[in-house]
């Protein structure tokens, strides 16, 4: 299995995970095409998009003044 944008795009959505361009781009760097005599699952992939979000964080947002 490999991911496009497209299915990225799709994993974010289904999980409620926003991702940052740098994570995305670490993520389909990875997993934009098989490595050779392996094949990725749906579980490996999952596992190491969780691993790459906890290596490059999202910056933290501010907090509104009001909040």
Known sequence: MTLTAD???QWEESTFTPLTSRQR???LERFGTEPEHHEWTQQDIA??????ITQ??????Q?????
Not at 56 to 61: L, Q
Not at 63 to 67: L, S
Request: no cysteine.
């Open 47 to 52: 596992e190491q998009i969780r691993n790459i």
């Open 7 to 9: 299915s990225l795009r």
């Open 25 to 27: 781009q670490t993520i």
């Open 63 to 67: 907090e509104p003044a009001w909040a």
């Open 56 to 61: 490059y964080p999202a910056p933290a947002t």
